[in-house]
């Protein structure tokens, strides 16, 4: 039997699409007192000089910069608490599902759910405001030694490896205890690709635009209206005129009735009418008329 395949998932990245600031920046660096230029530099140092992936470059330099404050995962989840996001969050994650799907929609099962999938880290995530809002969040972790300090990366997720995380919505392969890569009929998939929407920010989203796109599924790159050097939208810009990655860029700007939540407003009640004309052809088609005399 084929899975109602009824939800639709909105899909974001974090750092520069749900928030203007990069996390640690926002709240972990200025609780430690670090400086944030001299730590992405120290960063980008690994990365260019020994070609270190830039995920465990800036993971293995937390590390030595808090190895001295016995840090926990449970703090970093504390710090979360501090995060700050674009106008309109976390607000639309209940009320645009609200204004989108009408009584018909719901009686057929129909709804939405939200995902984050970052290259930023999860405890931080965990600890925020966003978190009761989203069915899961994906992220780079810690692991913590004996006495309960983070001490080795657990799981670093790259701008590449972030496609492994639509498959894992795609199946309902959540937990990781589950191998993403056994097989699974497309029919039993829980949520299709083409009831995805990927919001993202720039050329580290492309991978997974990629697989929207190849997959029917919908993108969205936004960008910030209030970053003054115009970079924020020329990223925006060139994934959709020049790279062919997405078909709209929008402010990052949440608000009910911005240019961005009339995108996802009206992505949603097309996946949503979709989902409910093909409900009804099911039903019809399965219903036998009686025998007449």
């Not at 009206?266 to 099911?282: F, G, N, Q, S, T």
Request: hydrophobic share 40%; aromatic share 10%; net charge negative.
């Amino acid at each position: 039997m084929a899975t109602p395949q009824n939800i639709i998932a909105l899909i974001y990245d974090y750092d520069q699409t749900l928030s203007p600031l990069y996390m640690q920046d926002d709240v972990l660096l200025p609780e430690f007192g670090i400086d944030p230029a001299q730590f992405w530099q120290r960063c980008n140092t690994l990365v260019r000089e020994q070609q270190w992936d830039g995920e465990l470059a800036y993971m293995k330099c937390l590390l030595d910069y808090l190895g001295m404050d016995r840090v926990t995962n449970a703090r970093l989840t504390s710090l979360g608490a501090g995060l700050r996001f674009f106008p309109g969050l976390p607000e639309l994650f209940e009320a645009l599902p609200a204004k989108c799907l009408n009584a018909e929609h719901e009686a057929a099962g129909i709804k939405v759910e939200h995902y984050i999938i970052s290259s930023g880290l999860k405890a931080l995530l965990d600890g925020s405001r966003l978190q009761p809002h989203v069915k899961a969040i994906f992220g780079c972790e810690f692991g913590e030694d004996a006495e309960g300090r983070i001490s080795f990366p657990k799981r670093a997720i790259s701008h590449t490896t972030k496609t492994q995380f639509l498959f894992r919505i795609n199946k309902g392969m959540l937990s990781y205890e589950q191998d993403v890569n056994d097989h699974m009929p497309v029919d039993l998939r829980p949520i299709p690709f083409e009831n995805m929407v990927y919001v993202g920010d720039g050329p580290t989203d492309v991978p997974c635009f990629t697989v929207m796109n190849r997959n029917g599924g919908h993108g969205i790159a936004v960008y910030n209206p209030n970053d003054p050097s115009g970079r924020s939208f020329r990223k925006s810009f060139q994934l959709c005129s020049h790279a062919g990655r997405v078909k709209h860029i929008a402010p990052a700007d949440y608000r009910e009735g911005s240019h961005l939540w009339l995108l996802l407003a009206e992505m949603v009640r097309e996946i949503a009418e979709r989902i409910l004309r093909r409900r009804i052809d099911e039903r019809d088609h399965a219903t036998v008329p009686a025998p007449t005399f």
